[in-house]
């Protein structure tokens, strides 16, 4: 694993054809950019974090069937200053590192914390940004990086906060159909105020006499910001979801404590150890009219999760729909250190919660007659749900689609619409070897249920997966071990996975869930389920669909 990880990749400056196994489309013309961390060490030194390795840029050039590749390394102020002193001198996400004293070319990133925090990083390895004609790479920071997208050479660095008041911005910006940007960034303690701003950068700029053609980012306004709920704990996010009226923003309890890292350099630690999951809290659901370019004044908002990539999102019926991978906790990030993405991968690198795709639902206009506790989302075509509460609060409950999945895709043309499909990269992961206490997969091969547990009945209905089985101890309410939360009342579609319902009947517990809701291991047709009640013990059932 660390040799794929870990490698330092060397560039491929000359364009280098490659072996087309099959045939490409005649139509299929133009350049795929792509961008990632491609140095892990320099010199002695070594990065602590996959997302901290300097950026390599990639080109695929597709014409006439041919593909040709080439790769360069993004020559950003980052770059070239670590390179020159032969060792790590810029702190990234993973990472803190001190300059050389002598040639402090940084400046610094928050003008209130002007003597704690410094300049942030611009070596931009997240993503590609285009605006108007030109091209951008990026991170997180305030800083992006024009790149010549032929020759991959880099070129201007620009501070967004020229432009528009932030901090730091995502790397995953969204687009209409006249290639207008629009993304969203953080603004901290400015004016004694922490918002998340919300901006556009114009696809075109009309040219103004005398001064040639200007950058788009000279028309970047902000169209709208919503206050952070904490002025020294922001949520940190990494995309956002947008439909052709709205935008989507969640403020989830994954956040990062700005006074943590205004001592970060002095402690020596990086600035990923400034953010913590805060699973206490709840995830508030922002949606922007743009229209009226205000958020909603309806609180919508659903259980503590972690969202790195939103999906996609669209309106039906009156409805927002929107979909995200969303994680338990924020284990996602311990994964990537590359201690971790050693050779004992498999054994120590665990993710402690799965990436699930979720739908949630939310109602547009208000039902004033509608009962406290009623479903206001009426769709026929999610069993995602959003119950109404006292004082205007709206507690949504997303319907489960698929378990164990990460790096989304679609269809780019179908964005902010109704859409069927999404391409993603399978995550396979499975805590329960590692957290359930003395249970080892080997022992299921007794194949009689009765390990340690009592034994329950499961059957198949259409959509279904309903399961009875005997409580063992009076009181202890059943868990899903993946969830480690406790199961929730209420009927399930086969395919929302990891949701489990219990329902007390007559001494006995009917557990209601999909089939892989607490997948043990499947033995020759027989699929072990594990369930861990409340007081620590667990139960076993299984089934021979
Ligand atoms: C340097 C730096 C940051 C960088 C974050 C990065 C680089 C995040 C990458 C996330 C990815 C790739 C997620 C994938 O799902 C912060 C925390 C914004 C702020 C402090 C300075
Ligand atoms: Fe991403």
Redesign the pocket.
Known sequence: MDVLFGRNKKEQLEPVKAKVRGQIPPWLQGTLLRNGPGMHTIGESKYNHW?DGLALLHSFAIRDGEVSYRSKYLRSDTYNANIEANRIVVS??GTMAYPDPCKNIFSKAFSYLSHTIPD??DNCL?NIMKCGEDFYAT???NYIRKINPETLETLEKVDYRKYVAVN?ATAHPHYDAAGNVFNMGTSIVDKGKTKYVMFRIPAEVPEAKGKGKRSPLTQAEAFCSVPSRSLLSPS?Y?SFGITENYLVFLEQPFK?DILKMATAYIRGVS?ASC?AFHPEDKTYIHVIDQRTRKPMPVRFYTDPLVV??HVNAYEEDGCIVFDVIAYDDSS?YQLFYLANLNQAFEQNARLTSAPTLRRFALPLRGDQNAEVGSNLIKLTSTTARALKEKDDQVYCQPEFLYEGLELPRINYSYNGKPYRYVFAAEVQWSPIPTKVPGLEVLRLSDRNGKIGGQEGDASLGQDKLEVVMDCPRKGAVPKAVQLGQEARAGIYPLMSLLSTSCVPQCGRTQVQGPPKACTLSSMEGTTYYVLALSDGTHCFFKNDF
Do not use: A, C, N, Q
């Open positions: 997302f990234e996400f942030f990083t997240i991170s997180e920071t730091m940190y990494h990062l600035w953010m790195f990539h996602l």
